[in-house]
């Protein structure tokens, strides 16, 4: 697939897209959240990929938010719009998906970036890595899911300070506050993130795409995550990788999850 906003690199299970507007510190246009989309479709449909790596190209920014320049000028109409193809295509989309995603910010993430950072299913960040949703600072609120996910993550009162102030936090910070689960020197960062996404495919895929509906489930309104965890939960004795996994176990050897 020949991308001009992304690049999308598959090995040994785990493919890693690259943001790759560096001149634009990775700003999010209309274009690149449509090849985010569709390079995040290709990787989830493909079963050998076992875990998504979402990075920024350069050594500054991981996504330093939407691209203003394209919104500056939008109406009432087109602003309730942005929003709603943007969560649906990209930040919805990959909170929900199948596959395990791991955000490694390796630099600014304000905004757009953060909101992004924060729709994938768990986050580690570079030592120099700062995050922040500055929009009210620009007249808008975040539109990304940013009033929702960050209360989420780091506790209303401290998302609730972050919006407002439109300041940034620093990795420590962030690490404090529970927005990331690691810090690592930038060079280190991808490094860590491929170590982690190995500890992952170890494990069987189908249970982990079902861990993550049940976890994600326990943030959706009208929806009783208790009940998603039963059903899920019983879903998984219909598989042929619990079947491998409990077999492996009674026989003293290490499970080989055919991931079905
Ligand atoms: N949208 C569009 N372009 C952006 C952008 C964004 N969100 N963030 C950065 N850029 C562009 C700048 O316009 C500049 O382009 P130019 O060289 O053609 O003028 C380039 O990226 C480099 O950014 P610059 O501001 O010169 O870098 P800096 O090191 O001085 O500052 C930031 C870095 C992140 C503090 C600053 O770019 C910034 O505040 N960006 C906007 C953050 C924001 O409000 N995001 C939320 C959007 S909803």
């Known amino acids: 697939m020949n991308y001009q906003n992304i690049l999308s690199v598959s090995k040994n299970g785990i493919t890693t897209i690259t943001i790759d507007r560096p001149s634009k510190l990775n700003a999010l246009n209309k274009d690149t959240i449509d090849e985010l989309h569709q390079a995040f ?5 493909d079963k050998n990929i076992k875990v998504i790596i979402i990075t920024g190209s350069g050594d500054k920014a991981f996504v330093a938010g939407a691209d203003i320049s394209e919104f500056a000028d939008f109406d ?8 709603a193809q943007g969560q649906e295509l990209l930040f919805d989309f990959i909170e929900n998906l199948e596959t395990p995603v791991i955000a490694a910010i390796n630099g600014f993430a304000l905004g757009g970036g953060l909101e992004l950072a924060m729709s994938c299913h768990f986050r580690v960040a570079s030592t120099n890595a700062k995050m922040g949703l500055p929009e009210v600072s620009l007249g808008v609120i975040p539109g990304y899911g940013g009033t929702q996910r960050l209360p989420q993550l780091v506790g209303k009162g401290r998302a609730m300070e972050m919006i407002m102030t439109a300041g940034m936090i620093d990795a420590n910070q962030a690490l404090a506050y529970g927005l990331v689960n690691h810090i690592q020197a930038q060079e280190e960062l991808l490094t860590v ?11 069987s895929s189908v249970a982990i795409s079902a861990a993550i509906k049940a976890i994600n489930a326990n943030f959706k309104d009208g929806i009783n995550g208790f009940g998603v965890e039963i059903e899920e939960f019983g879903n998984c004795f219909g598989t042929e990788d619990f079947k491998e996994g409990t077999t492996a176990f009674l026989n ?9």
Do not use: D, T, Y
């Open 41 to 45: 479709s290709i990787a989830n449909q």
């Open 252 to 260: 003293k050897r290490r499970a080989n999850f055919p991931g079905q």
């Open 193 to 203: 993130c491929e170590k982690i996404a190995i500890k992952i495919s170890r494990n």
């Open 76 to 83: 009432v109409e087109e602003g309730s719009n942005l929003a």
